[in-house]
């Protein structure tokens, strides 16, 4: 049967100083400038409207939020960066909160979002650098997808892909219309049940 998520609860808030749960199962992290659309990906992923919150307002979240799926694996909302009228001691404490996370050795995949209709940002290349250098395996994917012709979406995903100096692959995503599910699923399968994914028929 296909995976799918079955359950999704809130677990905790945590911010710099504050103890991060029980590292005791895959950990998947969203990440991704202020306003491209994390909180609504993992809503629309648990079909839950309200589990995370969103905002049109950018820079709202400053906390990393942990969400448990399938009573299974983390899925873990991580604050945005780039809202330009950040103070900078605001900025600091990012970056200080992303390092002391990023570094920890608990993550297991990180899912790095980028607006479909923008080229990277600087932050976004610096992020991107980040999980090279600590060396994560990720997924990117490209949200809104809905916002473009739907002939120019794979291409203009795989595009945003190349533009972080990535391999040229992104997934396109909306979360409204549930487009790039099934795909994202079957990578988070890969990382929550990684020795389901050899199929011996398909193999030969
Ligand atoms: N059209 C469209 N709008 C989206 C999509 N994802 C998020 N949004 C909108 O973008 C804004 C920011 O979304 P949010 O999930 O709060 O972004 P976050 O700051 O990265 O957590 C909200 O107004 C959402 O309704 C999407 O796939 N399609
Ligand atoms: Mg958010």
């Given amino acids: 049967m296909d995976f799918t ?11 710099l100083g504050s103890e991060l749960p029980e590292p005791k199962c895959a950990e998947i992290a969203v990440v991704g400038k202020s306003n491209v659309g994390k909180s609504s990906l993992i809503n629309s992923l ?4 309200k589990l995370a919150k969103t905002s049109s307002k950018p820079g709202k979240t400053r906390l990393i939020n942990y969400f448990l799926l399938n009573e299974e694996f983390y899925l ?3 604050p945005g960066y780039g809202y330009a009228a ?3 001691e605001e900025q600091a404490k990012w970056g200080r ?4 996370y990023l570094s920890s050795g608990r993550v297991s ?9 923008h080229e990277p940002t600087a932050l976004d290349r610096q992020m991107f650098g980040y999980i090279i250098y600590y060396g994560i395996p990720y ?18 995903a795989n595009a945003a892909a190349k533009l972080l100096g990535a391999p040229p692959y992104a997934i396109a995503w909306s979360s409204e219309t549930g487009e790039g599910r099934r795909e994202l699923l079957q ?6 049940h990684p020795e389901a994914g050899v199929d011996p028929e398909a193999a030969e």
């Avoid at 909160?97 to 002391?100: D, H, N, Y």
């Avoid at 995949?109 to 209709?117: A, E, G, K, S, Y």
């Avoid at 990578?187 to 929550?192: F, H, K, L, Q």
């Fill in 5 to 15: 998520v079955n359950t999704a609860r809130f677990i905790t808030s945590a911010g």
């Fill in 46 to 49: 648990c079909g839950r409207n």
């Fill in 76 to 78: 873990v909302d991580l």
């Fill in 86 to 88: 950040a103070p900078k």
């Fill in 97 to 100: 909160l992303m390092e002391g």
């Fill in 109 to 117: 995949h990180i899912c790095m979002l980028i607006d479909v209709r």
């Fill in 139 to 156: 997924t990117l994917i490209a949200t809104k997808a809905d916002k473009l012709a739907k002939t120019k979406r794979r291409q203009a």
């Fill in 187 to 192: 990578r988070i399968e890969a990382v929550v």
